[in-house]
Structure formats: C-alpha cells, structure tokens
C-alpha cells in the first residue's frame, strides 16, 4: 500500500495488547523481526502514486477546467487529494522520513522503555502492542502517527494564518507586524476523532466499534483509501479503450470517459467532485487553493483575523473601517455583478421586503 501510514493507536491498543497475550511475547517478537528483515523496501512518499496522482490531477482539471481563469490544476487540487488520502503517515519510529521494517526493529529495541518515539500507543511503555502497530501500520490495516502529511494537516491549529496582519490600535490602521502561521500546526485529534478517520480513511471493517453500523458503511465520505484506489483503476480501463492513460488524452476522449464514468461508477464521480471543490476553497494550508486561487475566483479575500474588518482606535476610543473591506458602504472591490434579473429579483425580496436590508444607491448590492 505505501506511505498510506495509518492511524488509530488508541482505538485498537486494548485489541493488539491481547492478541500479544496471547502470542507470548517472545514467539510474537520472533516473527516480527523475520518478517522486519523482509519489509526492506521503502514505500512511496503519499498514498496514491505518481500515475494515480496524475490521473486525478487531469480529472478534476475537466471538472474545473483552466480557461479565463486558474482552475483545478492550478489550483493544487490533486494535492489537496492526496494529503486528504496520505494522513497519518505512520509509525516512523527511527525518523528516516520512510515508514519501513526497519521502524519495527526500531519498536523492537526500544522495548521495556518510555521511549516517547517508539511509544506508538500511548499507554507510556514501549510493549508488543507498540510492536504490532508498527508491523500493521506498513501494510495499512491500522492508522497511526500524527494526523498531517507532507506540513498538510487534517485540522489545522490557529488562530491566525499569517496572512493579515496585527492591528495598530494607537491608530487603527493595519500595522506591518504579522503573526506566525499556526495554521501549519496540526490538532492532535482525541480518540473518537481518531475513530471517525479510521472509518473515513480504511472503512467500517478497521474499526470494530462501528463494523455492523450500516452508516458507517453506507456514508458518501467513508472507505476513500479504497474507493479511491478503484475508482482510478475504473477510469484506467475507460481510458484504454481511446488507447491511453487518461492523462494522456486530449480532453474531448477525457469528457468521454468522465461521461462513462458518471454513468457506472456515479459515487466515485460524485467523491471527486465534492473533493474537488474542497480542494480549490480550502486554506491553502491543506493542499489547494494555492495563493488563494480559488478564493479569488469567488471573490473572498481570505481569514482576516487578527485584523478584522473594522479596528478600534485607542486614540479616538472608535471603530474604524477598513478601507478595503468596509462595513458601511460599498466594497470596492465587489460591485455584486453577475446575478441574473431572477436572482436580483430574489435577493430584493429576501433581504430588503423581508430582512430590512438597504441597498447601495446604484448598485444591486445590500447592506444590513
């Protein structure tokens, strides 16, 4: 599976602590250090791998094509994708930036310690629960290490991205100072989190808690690892068939396949498209909207705080407006054209007959 490292520590700790038991311990550490000297070829450095990381990028750039404007590609939604899909990169207990056998020996020698790095379940001793999550963490059938891949995390921290500055509150006016990206910091997650991204990443099966849920089975969003795996392989055998790769054909044929595709696999069509447009209005910390791409298309500006949209004044004891973003009048960089007269008709009545909205003089825009 690759560098498809995966979670769940905590979820299936009491689980490997029995089947260990069970084992006896010294036949368990036998085997995992044959099977240690047999897994000595490095994974790939994310889940899906370069042909399938090129062919999701030349999918979600039909569906958000590049003309006028940037679109999926551009955008990094592939990459968004594939740190979305590559999440908990695994137990890389000797920290050689490769989750291998050689991280399971790694556990092995630790044993009997508090070794923080090789304690991959928490439990403050380094035992053979640690050891078989290593062992399983390279084959993919359990979750762990941190939850971010490649800086991307899956919650980002906060409370500012670096993006806007502090205030000048002697003036009220931006100040040049900037904080430090916290976005770039992922959340630890707690265990139910924890579970709920083990059922979304590997499905229902990994996690016997929800196994005979048929939510946990049935939801749009759950299995992906899987779902994405064959759901390439589906597009590759509709590619064949106008003699290449998808990423190889010009876009009538890639149209064609989308349109095949939509036809008999429409919940991998639907999976993609949901993930495509997350991948272009997300913060670019996850992967898209790189340079804020696709706020730009939508016409946001990006988080705002520390700043805000209105700055109080220590001085003069007011709020003051930004100039760029005010609250009072028109944004100038927004003059809300582009809705259709039926729209326009709409927005009169639901924010000026019904909410008491006003609109700017010459102008289809509404303030509260």
Request: glycine residues 10%; contains cysteine.
């Amino acid at each position: 599976m690759g560098r498809e490292r995966w979670v769940n520590v905590r979820l299936s700790r009491r689980q490997f602590m029995h089947g260990a038991a069970a084992a006896g311990s010294a036949l368990l550490f036998a085997r995992v250090v044959r099977l240690a000297r047999a897994l000595d070829v490095p994974p790939p450095p994310g889940f899906l791998s370069d042909a399938e990381l090129r062919v999701v990028d030349a999918l979600t750039a039909r569906l958000v094509p590049t003309d006028t404007t940037a679109g999926a590609h551009e955008a990094g939604v592939a990459d968004y994708i594939q740190g979305l899909l590559s999440a908990f990169l695994g137990a890389d207990v000797n920290g050689d930036g490769l989750i291998s056998a050689a991280d399971v020996t790694a556990v092995i020698d630790a044993l009997g310690t508090d070794d923080p790095t090789a304690d991959i379940d928490g439990s403050g001793k380094v035992d053979a629960g640690d050891v078989l999550l290593a062992q399983r963490s390279i084959f993919g059938t359990v979750l762990a290490g941190p939850p971010a891949f490649a800086g991307r995390p899956l919650f980002a921290g906060g409370p500012f991205s670096g993006r806007t500055p502090f205030p000048d509150p002697a003036t009220g006016t931006p100040s040049a100072t900037f904080p430090a990206n916290a976005f770039l910091d992922p959340l630890a997650l707690p265990r139910v989190k924890r579970l709920a991204w083990t059922v979304r990443l590997l499905g229902a099966a990994a996690v016997p808690e929800v196994a005979d849920n048929p939510l946990a089975a049935t939801l749009p969003d759950v299995d992906l690892r899987r779902r994405y795996k064959e759901g390439i392989a589906q597009v590759n055998a509709l590619s064949a068939a106008h003699g290449a790769s998808f990423d190889a054909l010009d876009t009538a044929d890639q149209d064609a396949v989308i349109k095949q595709l939509k036809s008999t696999n429409r919940s991998f069509y639907d999976l993609v498209t949901n993930h495509t447009i997350e991948g272009m209005l997300c913060a670019p910390e996850y992967g898209g909207n790189r340079g804020g791409i696709g706020w730009q298309l939508v016409g946001f500006g990006g988080d705002s705080q520390p700043l805000g949209y209105t700055i109080f004044n220590t001085t003069t004891q007011q709020y003051v407006e930004r100039p760029d973003k005010p609250n009072s009048t028109l944004d100038p960089t927004d003059d809300c054209s582009g809705f259709s007269a039926a729209m326009l008709a709409f927005l009169h009545l639901a924010l000026v007959q019904l909410a008491g909205a006003q609109q700017f003089p010459d102008s289809p825009c509404y303030r509260g």
